[in-house]
């Protein structure tokens, strides 16, 4: 996969996931686990919102510090996705907004990618909004919103629990996660992701109304 070359002076070329240097586990888990149903259903539930806000904060620390506070918004065909705070050592002031036609990062103008909607929620509940954020501060669009997240970016659930889930990225597993979900509404998610230099932890809480 290619990235956007402007990257935060701290952070080498990675990312967050499916980055070159990332070691995918010896074990893959088995395709009879994806989709989990309720996962579906979740998914499912946020494309078919016509309306939603999603407030959110961000801790990581590890192999990448960041502490971000932002806004997911959509609106029929209008999206906004707002943050600010601290990622990789540096301050930030992330702006995404797209209308019917364009899609504008910070000030800057290009045509809206077809599977914007699809990059932004699927990259919600299978990675975390932490990674697209960390694409938008180097000028990129939110990952494969061009050409579509399926089946570059898949969930494995365990048996236990449908949102206790492995994070696939080209086939192979690159990190665990956990979403908490109360009635189809995101509360919170926790996620691990190792890398050369250690291990990075991230908690993101969310809002949703």
């Not at 979403?179 to 949703?208: C, I, K, N």
């Amino acid at each position: 996969m290619e990235y956007p070359r402007r990257v935060p002076r701290l952070v080498p070329l990675l990312l967050i996931l499916g980055c070159a240097g990332v070691q995918p586990s010896a074990t893959e888990p088995s395709p009879e686990s994806m989709p989990d149903a309720s996962f579906a259903a979740l998914e499912q539930t946020l494309f078919e919102t016509e309306s939603f806000v999603l407030p959110f904060s961000i801790q990581a620390e590890g192999a990448i510090a960041a502490s971000l506070e932002g806004e997911l918004r959509i609106e029929g065909p209008l999206v906004r996705l707002t943050a600010t705070g601290d990622f990789a050592g540096e301050a930030v002031d992330l702006q995404l907004r797209a209308d019917e036609r364009s899609l504008f990062i910070g000030e800057e103008e290009r045509e809206r990618p077809p599977h914007l909607k699809e990059a932004l929620i699927l990259g919600l509940t299978r990675m975390g909004i932490l990674h697209n954020l960390a694409v938008l501060t180097s000028g990129g669009a939110p990952d494969h919103s061009d050409e579509g997240v399926e089946p570059w970016l898949r969930v494995a659930v365990t048996e236990a629990d449908p949102y206790a889930f492995t994070i696939l990225v080209d086939g192979e597993t690159m990190a665990e996660g956990r979403l908490a979900v109360e009635d189809e509404r995101l509360l919170w998610r926790t996620q691990t992701v190792s890398f050369p230099e250690g291990e990075m932890h991230v908690r993101e809480r969310y809002e949703a109304r």
